[in-house]
T-cell receptor, first 113, second 112 residues
Framework: GNSVTQMEGPVTLSEEAFLTINCTYT??????LFWYVQYPGEGLQLLLK?????DKGSNKGFEATYRKETTSFHLEKGSVQVSDSAVYFC????????????FGAGTRLFVKA | SQTIHQWPATLVQPVGSPLSLECTVE??????LYWYRQAAGRGLQLLFY??????ISSEVPQNLSASRPQDRQFILSSKKLLLSDSGFYLC???????????FGSGTRLTVV
């Protein structure tokens, strides 16, 4: 079945450091890929998405490229801020059977001033 | 614009008591609706989804149930709560591809 694996956290960075959170997936067909962010005590918010191979999703300085050859969708940001501290979830939707989405376990990011 | 409402925000219930969590969506019609549970420090587990009124698909057998009595209303229920039902419950809706989910603000349930 479909699955998503993302790097374990927590990840601790200093402000203005470069961020990479790795995500790989297993799926049949051509899934859509997503990154969601969850701030403390809140629901998840869609951060960015990509729907086909080589698509790059971007939002708020975050980027991720859909790499079908390596089945990856790594999240990157060139310069993190304290306000980026949150839990980040990589997710996959195979766009069939109710458009269900499978989430990775989440990676907690701490950014120090 | 579309909005999703989920309530209550927090709930403390004794073991064996019933549960009813409600989720409503505004500004769209025939949304796909989902209930997820997030255990402390863990990822999201899909519990139920619905593609239309009265259509419920269950992903995980347990003592929870879901209903969709109206197009934009999704209810999560239990007749008798267990300690293991504690967690953060999230409702979400989605249009068709290529849109992602829009989540509600969640309900933190503690069973004591």
């Amino acid at each position: 079945g479909n699955s998503v694996t993302q790097m374990e956290g927590p990840v601790t960075l200093s402000e203005e450091a470069f961020l990479t959170i790795n995500c790989t997936y297993t799926a049949t067909g051509y899934p859509s890929l997503f990154w969601y962010v969850q701030y403390p005590g809140e629901g998840l918010q869609l951060l960015l998405k990509a729907t086909k191979a080589d698509d790059k999703g971007s939002n708020k300085g975050f980027e991720a490229t859909y790499r079908k050859e390596t089945t990856s969708f790594h999240l990157e940001k060139g310069s993190v801020q304290v306000s980026d501290s949150a839990v980040y979830f990589c997710a996959l939707s195979d766009d069939t059977g109710g458009f269900k989405t499978i989430f990775g376990a989440g990676t907690r990011l701490f950014v120090k001033a | 614009s579309q909005t999703i409402h989920q309530w209550p925000a927090t709930l403390v219930q004794p073991v064996g008591s019933p549960l009813s969590l409600e989720c409503t969506v505004e500004g769209t019609s025939n949304p796909n609706l989902y209930w997820y549970r997030q255990a402390a420090g863990r990822g999201l587990q899909l519990l139920f989804y619905s593609v239309g009124i009265g259509q419920i698909s269950s992903e995980v057998p347990q003592n929870l149930s879901a209903s969709r009595p109206q197009d934009r209303q999704f209810i999560l229920s239990s007749k008798k709560l267990l300690l293991s039902d504690s967690g953060f419950y999230l409702c979400a809706w989605r249009r068709d591809r290529p849109y992602g989910y829009t989540f509600g603000s969640g309900t933190r349930l503690t069973v004591v």
